[in-house]
């Protein structure tokens, strides 16, 4: 699987940033594989107390939220996503979850995002920024419905990293530490911490490579 024809890897980019069809479900459990300790540390900033509520940019199939809800049972937890086919598996895979009403996965446009003002304590996302159509735009609709005082935690692969993944100039916007903080303070955020992590993966072609990952946190003031 090292070598993908350049379709192979403009199809997977495509399936990457919107996973539907057969091998969408496919793509989610590997980016499940490839992703769940850079999710988990994401998942470990977030300020969790009883009766928060929680936004989920980009969840995929959601398989760890379980993660979220050990580490406090009576959380509202939200997940929104671009793909159908992602919030029709996430809601399958978290029933014990969603019939409860503790999550809601949601279908969204990666534009707007359909919440009142400071409705969420807390928000978080992970390798979804490259995606994201207009930044600028997106994240004062995230700086919008964050309560103040409440933090987004912005986990991504940087630039130096990503640039060397072949499917990469295939639809992704790439960042280093420094552009991603720019974005964040020109939308008002003040920046908590900066963490770079490094981790072995299995990359989407099977290949063990060593990658590192940034998160940041910020807060809305």
């Known amino acids: 699987m090292g070598n993908l024809s350049e379709k192979e890897l403009q199809e997977l980019a495509g399936q990457l940033s919107h996973p539907n069809g057969e091998n969408g479900i496919h793509t ?55 793909s159908e086919l992602m919030v029709e598996e996430a809601q399958k895979l978290n029933s014990e979850f969603t019939t409860s009403k503790k999550a809601v996965f949601e279908l969204t446009d990666g534009e707007k995002i359909s919440h009142p003002d400071s409705f969420f304590n807390n928000i978080f996302t992970a390798n979804t920024i490259y995606f994201w159509k207009n930044p600028e735009e997106y994240l004062t609709e995230i700086f919008r419905v964050l309560q103040p005082e409440g933090t987004f935690i912005l986990a991504f692969i940087p630039k ?35 963490v770079s992590e490094q981790e072995e993966v299995l990359s989407n072609t099977g290949e063990v490579k060593i990658r590192t990952f940034t998160i940041i946190k910020a807060l809305k003031p």
């Open 28 to 82: 989610a459990y590997s980016m499940n594989v490839a992703n769940d300790n850079m999710i988990r540390h994401a998942i470990d900033q977030v300020e969790t107390k009883a009766h928060s509520k929680i936004l989920e940019i980009g969840p995929g199939n959601g398989i760890h939220i379980k993660y979220l809800f050990e580490k406090e049972a009576n959380l509202n937890y939200y997940g929104i996503d671009v």
């Open 160 to 194: 130096e990293v990503m640039e060397k993944i072949p499917f990469s100039k295939y639809g992704f916007e790439l960042y280093d530490t420094e552009k991603a903080k720019s974005l964040l303070e020109a939308t008002g955020f003040r920046i908590e911490t900066i």
